[in-house]
């Protein structure tokens, strides 16, 4: 094959399952996936008001096993990975040497010296690369498990009933970023109490043979509640109306995690050396004296929609740059997050616009999130 052939795409395995469903399909990071199944806003309201099913199987999992494999995820990602307990997980995120994001990542720990990264899938091959070079003076594994599993999310106010229709797993006792092995539906899976979509959820991760049948079985305890497959479009608007990072938009390696507002992740209190660490305590000091640009929400006034790349501006001066937007099913407006300049960062400041195509759209300034469910 010639290199100038397009690679050919990787199929989940419910690929036949959502082409029966009439999903509309698309290349997303070199996998097949179900964009939408119908109206993605329909499929967003589910969500909000009732449950979705989603395919992710496209995301990256990483196992590290052995006896110094917190001590690699202490050296290789910024977090504090030694510290997390047992059947819990943490947000985190894996830099380079010169404290770019490479990826944002969430890392379970699965037993004592057994941790699982899960990537997201167009980064799923750079981290694990990152993690194989930096394991080379530890005794520990990296092994890459992305054919190992297959990965499906019921996510919406009504997830913890229909779950607990297919499970004696104890959900009431399981966490948010949490995770526990049990069986649903008959198949064995590990039940991770995350998601990204703003709403409670959880994340099933099974062998490919098993995904079938359970997304069925899912599909079929979830009928009497409005239960419905979802596909990426709607995925986009609830993490955007929940605020939350997408790899490629909010976070990039022209950033660190301090000028994405996410300092926190980094954990320089922990012991030994971590690769970034002398860039980021760097980026950290600099936040402090000049702040960099604030990551905010952006509520049109109007009806134009935003996209990624839009300039921000304020008083014929260009103040941000807008990073994702869309309408949003939520508010029933046009919504955007964009990094913009400090001192246009308060929420209600006035005078800010997008530039939409030479005109200059009004935009309210808000906090992030857009939208936070009732707990």
């Known amino acids: 094959m010639s290199s100038t052939e397009p690679t050919e795409l990787r199929h989940t395995a419910l690929d036949a399952l959502h082409r029966s469903l009439g999903a509309t399909m698309t290349d997303f990071a070199g996998w097949d996936m179900p964009l939408r ?5 329909d499929e967003h309201v589910a969500v909000r008001t009732r449950a979705g099913l989603f395919d992710l199987s496209h995301m990256g999992e990483i196992t590290v096993t052995g006896p110094q494999a917190a001590a690699l995820l202490n050296y290789a990602l910024v977090g504090n990975i030694a510290s997390v307990g047992v059947g819990r997980a943490r947000y985190t995120m ?11 990542l969430i890392v379970y720990r699965l037993a004592e010296t057994e941790y699982m990264v899960v990537a997201n899938a167009s980064n799923a091959q750079v981290v694990l690369d990152a993690l194989t070079e930096r394991a080379a003076d530890f005794d520990a594994e990296v092994r890459d498990d992305r054919d190992a599993y297959a990965l499906i999310a019921v996510q919406g106010p009504e997830s913890p009933g229909i779950l607990k229709s297919l499970t004696d797993a104890d959900l ?10 049990g069986t649903v539906a008959g198949v064995p899976a590990l039940i991770a109490r995350t998601g990204y979509t703003g709403e409670d959820g959880f994340e099933l991760f099974v062998k490919p043979e098993h995904a079938v049948a359970l997304w069925q079985a899912l599909t079929e305890a979830g009928e009497g509640v409005g239960l419905v497959p979802c596909g990426l479009s ?7 109306e929940a605020g939350m990072p997408l790899y490629g938009h909010e976070l990039t390696t022209s950033l ?8 926190r992740v980094v954990k320089f209190e922990k012991e030994g050396d971590f690769v970034g660490r002398e860039a980021l305590t760097e980026a950290a000091s600099r936040a402090e004296q000049s702040p960099p ?10 009806r134009r929609v935003p996209r990624a790349g839009y300039q921000v501006v304020a008083g014929g001066t260009v103040i941000g740059e807008v990073t994702s937007g869309a309408p ?5 407006k046009p919504i955007a997050i964009a990094y913009v300049d400090a001192a246009h960062a308060a929420p209600g400041t006035e005078g800010v616009g997008v530039d939409i195509r030479g005109s200059h759209e009004p935009y309210e300034v808000v906090a992030l999130p857009f939208y936070k469910r009732q707990k």
């Open 37 to 41: 199944y119908g109206s993605e806003r």
């Open 256 to 263: 660190t995690p301090f000028d994405a507002g996410l300092g």
């Open 172 to 181: 009431d006792g399981l966490k948010y970023y949490a995770g526990l092995p």
């Open 94 to 104: 894996i830099c380079r040497a010169d404290g770019g994001i490479l990826d944002d």
């Open 293 to 302: 640009r604030v990551l905010v929400g952006l509520i049109a006034e109007g």
């Open 328 to 332: 949003s099913p939520t508010l029933g």
């Open 234 to 240: 709607c995925r986009d608007t609830l993490r955007l």
